[in-house]
């Protein structure tokens, strides 16, 4: 189809740009960088996030109605429509796509990071305590439970209806036209919505490469006795840069889903080593415990600003990641949209939320546990190694096991394909929107588009790190979170619209009563 090559320069043009810029003016003057992204970051945590925790609060509500609605029970593509991947397939694409890449460098540094630095002014708090490390487990299933999976699936639920069942276009637009209406699909409005999304999720994408350059060379310096420093960071971003490519010009079918598919059976065979070799009835224990505390106090903690004892901690913490999320969450819902034809919008959320949730929690009871169990056993000291380089934390936790000298490399892999499948789905998307005639008979776009994507992502990721270090990943999240909140903010209110009403839209259910009426007239 011709169409499919045209480039939608007004989505394009701008996002592509800015970051442009962004790169070069780090490159020609590095100071006047610095000042320029702080200043904007700490606009950011002071003004914006008070909003991000609400608008969390509101995704979880919003997507757990749509679940036990009228709405949870519509077939995205219709009532004929068959799934085209296996189930299997469907989840493990889901799980790698979401946060694996980013469960790998966090579960085991930021339980650490809490015990030894928890926000004592808020919450009274004594720093590498017994309640410290109650603490550390509870703010994990904060950060990475139900709420990140809500703002993946929420959007993505919109997308799938609107592109499959109302016909709307392969574009961001779609998740946000039921509250907004039609005239978001004109030619501009179209793009401007795109071009803030590809600059979102440019960040978001950004962001998430950055902490895979950390985490993969904290790897390659424990295994080989080099130093973790811009030079390897830049090998590796490289490598994966590459990596990515050459997936994402293969295709879904051939690339990503065989990429997913190995990466769960590592995240099993991982989370088993840990298991067999950590104290198991110290992590469920730990970990019932803190469930509890974290369940008791959602609503405290999931709206904590720290503005009554002028606390950033939630900011640098919590609020990075809501817009981290954010970031991201446009963009993979539109990808998790495009691979969920043929299941129930309820089937979706059951997918999205409640079984990635459920495996992401896992996850930090076992990984996130086994960090704090090793440094309160006196195993290894994973608080000087956080202090010397979050990257460093889970290389001296697996170094202090039996067969970790075997396992670190295997970790590192996992890290390795975590990202490639992560960048992969964005990258396809971030091309897709910016293609004129995409459609669900012809998905594909440039393979072009999806090279100059990855590049800029991951020429961003390797420049806040070799400035900033690693609050560099935090800062390049809360820039595109915060314009990725806006169409968040438009896609809880059309997901509402839908759950009331759904059938207004719904193209395939007016063909499929045109047909039973066609029945009928013909039996008369």
């Known amino acids: 189809m011709e169409t499919n090559n045209k480039l939608r320069k007004i989505a394009f043009f701008p996002p592509f740009i800015v970051l442009a810029a962004f790169v070069l003016i780090s490159i020609l003057n590095q100071e006047a960088f610095l000042g320029l992204i702080n200043t904007i970051n700490n606009w950011i945590i002071k003004n914006a996030g008070w909003a ?12 757990v109605c749509a679940m036990f609605s009228d709405f949870g029970k519509v077939r995205i593509g219709g009532k004929d429509a068959k799934p085209e991947l296996s189930t299997f397939s469907w989840f493990t694409i889901m799980l790698c796509t979401t946060m694996a890449a980013g469960i790998l460098f966090w579960g ?20 590498q305590s017994p309640e410290a490390m109650k603490f550390a487990m509870e703010t994990m299933f904060l950060h990475w439970t139900i709420i990140p999976y809500a703002m993946y699936a929420l959007p993505g639920v919109v997308f799938a209806f609107m592109y499959y069942n109302a016909k709307r276009p392969f574009s961001i637009a779609s998740e946000v036209s039921p509250l907004l209406g039609d005239r978001v699909y004109k030619r501009k409005w179209m793009q401007v919505i795109d071009a803030i999304t590809l600059f979102s999720i440019a960040c978001g994408m950004a962001g998430s490469v950055a ?11 424990k ?4 130093e973790s420093n811009p030079r390897m960071w830049l090998i590796v971003g490289i490598i994966l840069s590459v990596t990515v490519i050459c997936s994402a010009v293969s295709g879904l079918q051939k690339g990503l889903k065989i990429l997913s598919n190995i990466n769960v059976v590592g995240f099993g065979a991982f989370l088993t080593f840990l298991l067999v070799v950590s104290n198991a009835s110290f992590l469920f224990n730990l970990s019932t415990e803190a469930f509890g505390g974290f369940a008791g106090t959602f609503l405290e903690k999931i709206l904590i600003t720290g503005e009554s004892v002028e606390s950033q901690w939630p900011q640098w913490w919590t609020t990075f990641y809501w817009f981290s ?18 299941r129930t919008v309820r089937e979706m959320l059951g997918m999205y939320v409640l079984v990635g949730a459920a495996i992401s929690g896992f996850w930090m009871i076992i990984v996130s546990g086994t960090a704090l169990w090793v440094n309160h056993a006196g195993i290894a000291d994973l608080g000087a190694a ?30 390795f394909l975590s990202t490639v499948t992560a960048c992969d789905s964005n990258a396809l998307v971030m091309a897709g929107i910016s293609t004129k005639g995409i459609s669900p008979d012809h998905p594909d776009a440039p393979n072009w588009l ?8 991951m020429g961003i990721g390797y420049i806040m790190i070799a400035a900033v270090g690693v609050d560099g990943v935090k800062i390049i999240a809360n820039f595109g979170g915060m314009f990725a ?35 009928e007239a013909t039996d008369e």
């Open 52 to 63: 991000a925790s609400i608008l969390a609060l509101a995704i979880v509500v919003v997507s």
């Open 108 to 127: 085991p540094g930021e339980p650490i990071a809490h015990f030894l630095y928890p926000p004592t002014e808020i919450y009274g708090i004594e720093p």
């Open 211 to 221: 902490q895979a350059f950390m985490n993969i060379s904290g790897g390659v310096a």
């Open 223 to 226: 295994i080989t006795g080099a």
């Open 325 to 342: 999320w954010m970031a991201w969450a446009p963009t993979s819902g539109a990808f998790m949209g495009r691979i969920a034809k043929g």
């Open 386 to 415: 956080y202090d010397a380089g979050v990257e460093n934390v889970p290389y001296e936790m697996l170094a202090s096991f039996p067969g970790g000298v075997i396992v670190i490399p295997v970790f590192v892999i996992l890290i």
């Open 450 to 457: 999806k090279i100059v994507w990855t590049v800029i992502a």
């Open 485 to 519: 909140a806006l169409i968040m903010i438009a896609a809880t209110g059309s997901l509402i619209v839908l759950i009331r009403k759904h059938k207004l839209f719904d193209k395939t259910e007016i063909a499929d009563n045109l047909i039973d009426h066609a029945y």
